[in-house]
C-alpha cells in the first residue's frame, strides 16, 4: 500500500514538472514569438468599395462618391496643446464640423494600447477638400485617406426598391466581418437584401514596422473584391412617371413582366434615402414617422390590404378545382342574399341586382351575390386552399426582405388566432375579398399574371448579380380551362365593355387591356343602412381602398400593370386613370409592338 502511495506521488511530480517544461519551453516560445511578430508586423485591411445599384438602361440607383476621411496620430495628450492645435486647423479648413465634438471622439477612441491614427471626420466630399488638402497635409499628425459615401441619384423615386445603408450597430458587426470593418450595411430594399454581395470582400497589407510604429517594408498585400455591381429590371423612367401620377394620393402600383422581372413597383408617398446615409435628423425623422400615409412601408411587400373584388377570379377558379361549385349553372341576384333563421342580408354592390349571372357576367359586372351563393356550395377551406395554389395568401419569393404573406383564411386559422368556430358569413364575405382577407400588392400583381398565363412566376428586381443573370422561375398550376377562358373574357369585358366597372379609364388605349377592379372596404356597412354612403360623403380615412389589376395585350399577355389608391374609393375610377397613363407611357417607350388596335369582335357578352 506504502509502496503504491509512493509510485503515485512520483508519477504526479513527474507529470507536473514535464508539463510545466513543455509550458515554457514550447508554448510560451510560440507565445513570445507571436508577440515579437506582432512588434514588427501589421496587418492592415483595405476596405472594398461597394458596388454600384443600375437600372435597365445603365442608370445609377445607387453609387458613391469619392470624398476624404480625417485621422489626427494617436497617444497625443487629452486637451493637450498639439491636440487642440490640431483640430483647430482642421476647423478652420472646415468650419461646418464642431470643435468640440471632435475633441470628445479622439478622447473616445484615444488609448496608450492604439498605435493607428483616430478618425475624426468620416467623410469629407471631393470638392471641399481640394483646397485644404495641401494645408492640411503639411501637419504630421493629420492622416487623410480616401473614402467613399453612399449616394442614390433618383432621391425618392425608388426608395422602396433599392432601399439605404447606414452605419452599422454591434449586432451587424458580430454577424459579418466585413460589415464589422467597412463600418457600413445595407438596412432596407435590395441593399439589404443582396448586401453581401454589393459589399465585396475585404483586402489586406502586412507591412513591417519599426519600433516607433514607421512602416519599412510590405511584406504581403491582397486586392479586395470590389464593384460588384446588380443591374435591375427597373425602369427608373417609369418609376419616374408612376410617382407623378401619384402627386396628392397615397397607394402602390407596380408593373411586371409575366415573367416575373418587375419593370417598376412604387410605394407612395416615399422618402430621400440620402437623409440616412449619413445620419437622419431628428426633426426629419419626427417628420416622416408622423406621416398618417406611412412613407416609411414598404407597401409593395408589406403593405396588408383586402383585395375586394380583384379576388374574384382566382375564388371562381377555386371553386372550379374544388368541383363542388357547379360552376356552368348561372346564380340568380335580386340585389342581395339572405342566410340564417334571421334572414341576414348580404347586399350585392348594385341595390338593383344583376338577374341572372354566369361566371363571365359575373367577373364584368362584379356581381357579389354569385359569388356569395357559390361559396355556400363550396366552403371556406377548399376556397382557402386553392387560392394559396394562385399565390394569394403566401409570400411571392420577391428579392425584398420584410415581405409579409398576409391571410387567406380557413377554419383552423381562425381557430389558432382567436379560439372560435368559424361562421356561415364569414365565408360569404371572404368570397368577395373582404373579412379576414388581406393580401400585398405584389402579391395581386403576380395572381394576375398567373390569370393571364396560367403560370405563377416568381417576382424578380434583380437581373444581373455581378455576372450572373437572374432566370425567370415558374409554377405551373392546373385549372379547367374552359372556366378560365371565360374569367379572361369577363376581365376584357371590365375594360372593354360598356358595363365593363374599368370601361371609362381603360378602353380608349392603343393596346387591349383585361383587368379586374375592387374596393377594399375599411369600415363596414352597418345592415340598417339603406342607402350606401358615397365615397366622396366619408372621411378620408374611412374611404375604401381602390384596386384595380390588368394584363396587356389581350391576346398575348406580355405585362401585368396593378395599381391601389388607397382611400382612393372605387377602382374604375381612383385606380384607373393611373393604370390607363401607365400603358400610355408604356407604349410610347416601345414596350408593345407598334401596331393598331384591334376591333373588339369577342366583346359579345354571354
Same mark, same amino acid.
Given at each position: ?10 508519477? +504526479? ?32 485591411? $483595405? ?45 478652420? *479648413? ?26 475624426? $471626420? ?38 422602396? @426598391? ?24 445595407? !438596412? ?10 454589393? =459589399? ?85 425623422? !419626427? ?12 407597401? $409593395? ?29 348561372? *346564380? ?78 380557413? !377554419? ?30 405584389? =402579391? ?33 398550376? *392546373? ?6 377562358? +371565360? $374569367? ?22 392603343? @393596346? ?88 373588339? !369582335? ?5
Amino acid at each position: 500500500m506504502r509502496y503504491g502511495i509512493i509510485v503515485t506521488f512520483f508519477v +504526479l511530480f513527474w507529470t507536473m514538472l514535464i508539463s510545466r517544461m513543455y509550458q515554457i519551453s514550447v508554448k510560451a516560445n510560440l507565445y513570445y514569438e507571436k508577440l515579437a511578430k506582432g512588434n514588427i508586423q501589421r496587418q492592415y485591411y $483595405i476596405k472594398p468599395v461597394r458596388g454600384e445599384i443600375l437600372d435597365r438602361n445603365g442608370k445609377l440607383l445607387a453609387v458613391n462618391n469619392i470624398g476624404f476621411s480625417i485621422a489626427i496620430a494617436p497617444n497625443l495628450k487629452n486637451h493637450g496643446k498639439e491636440l487642440n492645435e490640431t483640430i483647430t486647423a482642421i476647423v478652420k *479648413e472646415f468650419p461646418d464640423f464642431n470643435a468640440t465634438k471632435l475633441l470628445k471622439r479622439y478622447i473616445k477612441k484615444n488609448s496608450p494600447y492604439n498605435h493607428r491614427f483616430i478618425k475624426v $471626420i468620416d467623410f469629407i466630399a471631393y470638392k471641399d477638400m481640394i483646397g485644404s488638402y495641401p494645408k492640411l497635409m503639411i501637419n504630421k499628425l493629420i492622416k487623410i485617406e480616401s473614402e467613399t459615401k453612399r449616394y442614390y441619384p433618383a432621391g425618392s423615386m425608388a426608395t422602396h @426598391i433599392v432601399g439605404y445603408v447606414g452605419k452599422s450597430n454591434k449586432f451587424d458587426n458580430a454577424k459579418d466581418p466585413v460589415v464589422a470593418k467597412v463600418g457600413v450595411v445595407g !438596412k432596407s430594399g435590395l441593399e439589404k437584401k443582396y448586401n453581401s454581395v454589393l =459589399q465585396g470582400q475585404l483586402g489586406y497589407r502586412i507591412v513591417k514596422v519599426s519600433a516607433t510604429n514607421k512602416e519599412v517594408a510590405e511584406i504581403e498585400k491582397k486586392e479586395p473584391v470590389e464593384d460588384q455591381n446588380l443591374i435591375l429590371n427597373v425602369d427608373l423612367d417609369l418609376q419616374v412617371k408612376i410617382n407623378e401620377l401619384f402627386k396628392g394620393q397615397a397607394g402602390v402600383a407596380i408593373v411586371m413582366n409575366v415573367n416575373g422581372d418587375v419593370l417598376a413597383a412604387v410605394s407612395y408617398p416615399s422618402y430621400d434615402p440620402n437623409l440616412f446615409v449619413g445620419g437622419i435628423s431628428h426633426k426629419e425623422w !419626427k417628420r416622416i414617422i408622423n406621416d398618417l400615409n406611412h412613407p416609411f412601408t414598404n407597401k $409593395i411587400v408589406s403593405g396588408l390590404y383586402p383585395p375586394g373584388s380583384t379576388i374574384k377570379m382566382g375564388m371562381a377558379l377555386a371553386f372550379s378545382k374544388s368541383g363542388k361549385g357547379a360552376m356552368d349553372r348561372a *346564380e340568380y341576384c335580386k340585389g342581395y342574399i339572405k342566410i340564417g333563421r334571421n334572414g341576414h342580408k348580404f347586399r350585392c354592390w348594385s341595390k338593383w341586382g344583376h338577374g341572372s349571372v354566369g361566371l363571365r357576367k359575373a367577373i364584368r359586372e362584379s356581381c357579389d351575390v354569385y359569388f356569395y351563393s357559390k361559396s355556400l356550395q363550396v366552403g371556406i377551406n377548399d376556397m382557402s386552399k386553392y387560392l394559396n395554389e394562385f399565390g394569394l395568401g403566401v409570400k411571392t419569393g420577391i428579392d425584398l426582405p420584410n415581405e409579409r404573406k398576409g391571410v387567406i383564411p380557413n !377554419k383552423e386559422w381562425k381557430m389558432k388566432k382567436y379560439k372560435q368556430p368559424w361562421y356561415l358569413g364569414e365565408t360569404i364575405i371572404a368570397s368577395i375579398g373582404q373579412g379576414y382577407d388581406l393580401v400585398t400588392p405584389i =402579391q395581386l400583381a403576380r395572381y394576375t399574371a398567373f390569370i393571364a398565363t396560367k403560370k405563377l412566376p416568381t417576382p424578380h428586381l434583380v437581373h444581373k448579380i455581378v455576372d450572373k443573370i437572374v432566370e425567370p422561375e415558374y409554377k405551373e398550376v *392546373e385549372v379547367n380551362l374552359h372556366h378560365l377562358d +371565360l $374569367i379572361r373574357k369577363g376581365m376584357y369585358d371590365v375594360c372593354n365593355s360598356q358595363r365593363g366597372t374599368a370601361h371609362r379609364a381603360m378602353s380608349r388605349l392603343p @393596346i387591349i387591356v383585361a383587368g379586374k377592379t375592387g374596393t377594399s372596404q375599411v369600415v363596414s356597412i352597418p345592415q340598417n343602412e339603406r342607402r350606401r354612403m358615397k365615397e366622396s360623403e366619408m372621411e378620408y380615412y374611412s374611404r375604401s381602398h381602390a384596386w384595380l389589376t390588368t394584363y396587356a395585350p389581350y391576346n398575348n399577355p406580355k405585362y401585368v400593370v396593378t395599381v391601389l389608391v388607397e382611400h382612393g374609393g372605387h377602382g374604375g375610377s381612383a385606380a384607373g386613370p393611373i393604370a390607363a397613363e401607365i400603358y400610355r407611357w408604356m407604349y410610347k417607350h416601345g414596350y408593345f409592338d407598334d401596331k393598331p388596335k384591334k376591333s373588339k !369582335k369577342n366583346s359579345n357578352s354571354k
